[in-house]
């Protein structure tokens, strides 16, 4: 069983070549809606790699909460510790670039009042995969993580977007994933070196007794758990856009393991995932099915270093 503590967002998409100047507006033709929010989009991957979810989390109360709650239950998701409070749900302006690239301004709403406390002891133990992310109020992620970690459940954090987080809940986390810019903003935080991310990976994984894994975009990613270091390869492609890659990848190589998959089958799941989500716009629209994914798995080459 996956559990998500994880923020709801309804994504607003605009293809734009440029932003506007000031006092000055930009007319498009159309635009393009979709349920989102890092937690939402992670809960949806596991689902669609075949894992069992439980999402928890709050939204508000009108149109944009209906069609984000509405959008987990069509995923077999269970939404029954979502809350619902005054709040505006979460709302994101995303702007695409020709290339592939985006820029996001994101109104947290809801998503800044939610309790982990919501979250009953009886969902953590030894068969409970936890995932969390960094678009939640801090305090409530930690405070799962020491739970969860306490209950035996397995605890994954993908530290996006990057946060400050204690070193007790480092301590706390089985696997964290990070791309590399928040590599470096963590490295930065631990007064570590993250120039050589390989070296890093593992030197925070001795330090925290974790694994770590750090994305890399179309240079693959690398994991160390601090005994073994692996090199991970992308697929080739040519991404369109970037916005869902760390989504997928997380919530297919979570899904992997709770499953009962080893690390690097994990890791494999995880790298087609994400590369195949560059290859469509948007983010859950452009998650992969799991046929999808397995046919290319064979792909993906690991190499121990």
């Not at 995932?131 to 405070?143: F, V």
Request: aromatic share 6%.
């Amino acid at each position: 069983m996956i559990i998500v503590f994880g923020s709801n967002v309804y994504d607003i998409f605009f293809h734009v070549t440029d932003l506007p100047e000031k006092d000055q507006a930009l007319f498009l033709d159309t635009h393009a809606q979709a349920p989102g929010g890092k937690g939402q989009n992670q809960a949806v991957a596991a689902a669609i790699a075949g894992a069992s979810v439980k999402f928890f989390g709050a939204v508000g109360q009108g149109a944009h909460a209906r069609a984000l709650l509405k959008n987990l239950e069509d995923r077999d998701i269970d939404t029954s510790g979502v809350e619902k409070c005054d709040h505006p749900t979460g709302v994101a302006a995303i702007f695409v670039d020709p290339d592939g690239t985006h820029k996001v301004v994101v109104s947290k709403g809801a998503n800044l009042h939610v309790s982990q406390k919501t979250i009953s002891d009886a969902h953590l133990d030894d068969k409970t995969t936890v995932i969390l992310q960094g678009e939640l109020p801090m305090g409530e992620t930690e405070a799962l993580i020491h739970r969860a970690k306490a209950k035996g459940a397995r605890t994954l954090m993908n530290l996006a977007p990057y946060h400050f987080i204690s070193e007790e809940a480092l301590q706390n986390l089985d696997y964290i994933i990070l791309n590399e810019y928040e590599a470096d903003a963590l490295a930065k935080q631990l007064d570590m070196s993250s120039f050589n991310k390989e070296a890093f990976a593992k030197d925070l994984a001795i330090r925290f007794d974790l694994a770590c894994i750090v994305t890399l975009g179309g240079n693959g990613s690398v994991c160390s758990d601090g005994e073994k270091s692996m090199l991970v390869s992308a697929l080739n492609i040519r991404p369109i856009d970037t916005i869902g890659a760390g989504d997928a990848y997380t919530g297919y190589f979570a899904a992997a393991l709770d499953m009962g998959q080893s690390l690097e089958d994990a890791l494999k799941w995880g790298a087609v995932a994400g590369s195949l989500a560059c290859t469509k716009i948007g983010a859950q629209e452009a998650l992969p099915l799991e046929n999808e994914v397995a046919a290319r798995i064979k792909e993906i080459v690991i190499r121990s270093s």
